[in-house]
């Protein structure tokens, strides 16, 4: 959506555009797979197909539950991760969960973070390293997986993912739970469920599965896809946009900041200067491109380090961060 906002000016109230619909994000059930046109059910097959959402109607005291005695997660993403998550905390068996994972991540771990502050919210020294003795973007992320930073669910697999992905240790325990011949891997997006067989893309791969016992539960929608970068302030629109690795939510609440505070060095500036005024405060905000391979992480990372040492020099910035 997009949300009208007003604010105080010199002469009066201003009235600014939100676009909040730029980065054009995608779930399940705003998205069904099959009228997307990411998968198809077979005619005939009594297929059970449902968003993450719905998941929780299938399973521990949902009144579907123990309808079905297969499970397969479709996606690969963090959303997927959640959803094998859930089914194995409310009590299904790993061997029952199959999970199409058409290219693997590389997870961030959560221990990684610190609460003080944004600024001072990873363990640099720890990243540095792992920048500084690197051959090259993979090398990187195992060094970091070395360090308790990275992680991945297979060992024997180099992802090719980085979608900001976090869990625990401790999840990542369960994760692993899920039998190797049930990670299916390396087939490529699903293509068609069938009666008794999931068909796949890539070179018409199938797997016998039987379609009436089984829930398959849609996590294959693109949660947040990477778009070209435009300006955060731009005249009486603000284009909401990640600003720092890995952190949409806090972006979206240091833009709202920096557009309201009246405290900041941008507001002693003429009323004339509206132009000064908006480059200001794009200097702030710098948006940053959501990842989508490892490489990316790299490139945001660099984007990162620049947009907090300019936090860092503006004291009413570090005031509010810290705060």
Not at 165 to 171: F, G, I, K, L, M
Not at 282 to 301: E, F
Request: aromatic content about 8%; hydrophobic content about 40%.
């Amino acid at each position: 959506k997009k949300y009208v906002v007003s604010g105080p000016s010199g002469d009066g109230w201003v009235l600014k555009v939100v676009d909040t619909t730029y980065l054009h994000v995608e779930v399940p059930s705003i998205s069904p797979a099959v009228q997307a046109g990411r998968f198809s059910i077979e005619e005939g097959a009594d297929a059970t197909l449902v968003p993450v959402n719905d998941v929780v109607k299938y399973v521990g005291e949902g009144p579907e539950a123990g309808t079905k005695s297969q499970f397969v997660i479709i996606g690969g993403g963090k959303t997927s991760i959640d959803a094998v998550l859930y089914v194995l905390k409310h009590g299904v068996d790993p061997a029952a969960i199959h999970w199409i994972m058409p290219r693997d991540s590389w997870l961030l771990m959560r221990e990684v973070f610190r609460t003080q502050s944004y600024i001072d919210l990873f363990d640099l020294d720890k990243f540095v390293d792992c920048w500084a003795q690197a051959q090259s973007v993979d090398d990187m992320f195992l060094l970091g997986e070395k360090e308790g930073i990275y992680a991945r669910i297979d060992d024997s697999v180099t992802p090719e993912q980085w979608k900001c992905a976090t869990v625990t240790r401790a999840e990542m325990e369960e994760l692993r739970k899920i039998p190797k011949e049930n990670m299916l891997r390396g087939c490529g997006r699903l293509q068609t469920i069938g009666k008794d067989k999931m068909v796949f893309k890539k070179d018409g791969k199938e797997v016998a599965m039987d379609a009436s016992s089984t829930l398959y539960v849609d996590c294959s929608s693109c949660g947040l896809p990477t778009k070209p970068l435009v300006p955060v302030f731009n005249g009486n629109l603000i284009t909401l946009q990640p600003l720092v690795t890995c952190q949409v939510v806090f972006s979206a609440a240091f833009i709202a900041f920096i557009e309201g505070s009246e405290k900041l060095a941008y507001r002693s500036l003429p009323k004339e200067s509206d132009l000064a005024r908006e480059a200001a405060k794009n200097k702030l905000c710098l948006p940053l491109a959501y990842p989508n391979v490892p490489l990316d992480d790299c490139k945001s990372n660099v984007r990162t380090e620049t947009t907090c040492d300019l936090w860092e020099a503006d004291r009413t910035v570090r005031k509010w961060i810290v705060k």
